[in-house]
C-alpha cells in the first residue's frame, strides 16, 4: 500500500512562501501521477495541482497561477508544492494524492486513490 506523507505546512503572514513536501515510502512514485488538493474550513475539497509522471503539471485553481508551482524529484521519491504570496484565503488543510495514471504526460483532476493525511496550511498576519 503506498503511503504518502505530506509536511512543510505552518503559520506564515501574508506575501510569504512556504514549501510543502509530499514523500512516499516503500514504493516510487515514479509512475504516478500526483495532485495537491486542499479544503478551507466549511468548504469543499479543491484541486491545486497536479503533476503526471513524466513531470508536466497542471494547475486546476485559477486563483494560484503564478503563485504555486509544483514539482517532483523522483531522486528523492518526493513532490513539492512551492507556495509563494500566499493569502488569507489560501489557508487550508493541504494534501497530496497519487494514481497510476495511464498517459505519463498528463494528470487527471480526479481519481486519485492514495491520499496523504494532510498539513496544515494558515495564513494570516
Known amino acids: 500500500q503506498l503511503q504518502l506523507v505530506e509536511s512543510g505546512g505552518g503559520l506564515v503572514q501574508p506575501g510569504g512562501s512556504l514549501r510543502l513536501s509530499c514523500a512516499a515510502s516503500?514504493?516510487?512514485?515514479?509512475?504516478?501521477?500526483i495532485g495537491w488538493f486542499r479544503q478551507a474550513p466549511g468548504k469543499e475539497r479543491e484541486g491545486v495541482s497536479c503533476?503526471?509522471?513524466?513531470?508536466?503539471?497542471?494547475n486546476f485553481a485559477d486563483s494560484v497561477k503564478g503563485r504555486f508551482t509544483i514539482s517532483r524529484d523522483n531522486a528523492k521519491n518526493t513532490v513539492y508544492l512551492q507556495m509563494n504570496n500566499l493569502k488569507p484565503e489560501d489557508t487550508a488543510v493541504y494534501s497530496c494524492?497519487?494514481?497510476?495514471?495511464?498517459?505519463?504526460?498528463?494528470?487527471?483532476?480526479?481519481?486519485?486513490?492514495?491520499w496523504g493525511q494532510g498539513t496544515q496550511v494558515t495564513v494570516s498576519s
Open positions: 516503500e514504493f516510487t512514485l515514479d509512475n504516478f501521477a
Open positions: 494524492a497519487a494514481v497510476r495514471y495511464r498517459w505519463a504526460n498528463s494528470c487527471p483532476r480526479s481519481g486519485y486513490n492514495f
Open positions: 503533476i503526471s509522471s513524466s513531470g508536466g503539471s497542471i
